[in-house]
């Protein structure tokens, strides 16, 4: 595994739609403002095929530099950066997991310098 991928949903455990200020709900730039304060930056964030302005659901991708190859060692890195971000869909953690694209917007924000 070379990528972590936050899936992130805004929705609770029953799956319903959370609004900006309640419990577990995160939009992609206060997610973003905690990568800076964290010391860690995604290489792009997007938008999944079902976001929309009314209900943002995105995922953050994590480039690690080099492969993990140890199987246990991803998962322990993978629940690592999933515990920086409670928000995210905590069903998404296996490190062999596949993750559709997107036809909507995509921040590459390796470009970014970091502020």
Do not use: H
Not at 51 to 58: A, G, K, V
Not at 102 to 108: A, I, P, Y
């Amino acid at each position: 595994m070379q990528l972590g991928v936050l899936d992130f949903d805004n929705q609770d455990s029953r799956k319903n739609r959370l609004q900006p200020g309640q419990e577990g709900y995160i939009d992609p730039l206060d997610m973003l403002d905690r990568c800076v304060r964290l010391g860690i930056w995604p290489a792009c964030i997007y938008f999944t095929l079902s976001s929309d302005i009314n209900w943002l659901r995105f995922r953050a991708v994590f480039d690690f530099k080099k492969p993990i190859m140890d199987y246990r060692e991803a998962r322990k890195t993978m629940a690592k950066l999933m515990k920086k971000f409670p928000e995210c869909d905590s069903q998404c953690k296996n490190p062999n997991r596949l993750f559709l694209g997107s036809n909507g917007e995509v921040w590459e924000t390796w470009q970014v310098e970091q502020w």
